[in-house]
């Protein structure tokens, strides 16, 4: 999935909170519904970008994650990571499998899109395996110390929760992990490393 792609849909407004604006979309083939969310960090894009690659610091953002594991990575920016989220009692957790990638976009943003990769591993017992899932973090620089930030996701949880659960509880994601993000992005204390791989890649300035 491309970042056209991600952006593209018939998105209804839902929420301005916290400076954070969701909005949902109905996807073609699913009853479950996509959702996008939107805010600016006051932060910088080198800054974010390392937030993303520095996976031991998911749990302090990603909303609901249990585990979070990287099962493969090469030097082209390709990553695929396994994730579980927490559900309500007594529904199983989910566990995800997505293979995310990082570019640059003719729009002129940087993307990581995410794409379910959800046959990569065998399915353990004791979990709940997501098989549709896909995405985009969107990140567009406004200045050199601010960044506009699209998050865009569909994700079917399974036959086993019922769509309109699934979509009560759609604006959580976006909202919290947003809200989360940018509280770590901005913490002046919170510097993680610069992977040097993206130097490879793409030019940062």
Excluded: C
Excluded at 107 to 135: C, I, Q
Excluded at 172 to 197: I, N
């Amino acid at each position: 999935m491309d970042v056209a792609t991600a952006l593209q849909g018939n998105w209804e407004f839902r929420v301005d909170h916290k400076a954070i604006k969701v909005y949902s979309s109905k996807i073609r083939g699913s009853e479950v519904l996509g959702f996008k969310g939107e805010t600016e960090f006051d932060v910088s894009l080198r800054k974010l970008i390392s937030l993303f690659h520095d996976f031991d610091s998911y749990g302090r953002w990603v909303h609901q994650l249990s585990e979070m594991q990287v099962l493969h990575q090469n030097d082209d920016l390709d990553y695929v990571v396994r994730q579980v989220l927490n559900t309500p009692w007594p529904i199983p957790k989910r566990e995800m499998i997505v293979r995310t990638e990082l570019h640059a976009s003719e729009e002129g943003a940087l993307a990581l899109t995410m794409n379910s990769a959800h046959d990569f591993v065998p399915v353990k017992p004791d979990m709940y395996r997501v098989r549709e899932a896909w995405g985009a973090w969107i990140l567009l620089p406004v200045n050199e110390s601010r960044v506009h930030v699209t998050f865009v996701m569909h994700l079917d949880p399974g036959a086993d929760i019922p769509p309109a659960l699934s979509n009560a509880a759609l604006f959580e994601v976006p909202f919290y992990s947003l809200q989360k993000m940018r509280s770590l992005a901005q913490d002046s204390s919170y510097a993680p490393p610069w992977p040097s791989v993206v130097d490879n890649h793409i030019h940062i300035s």
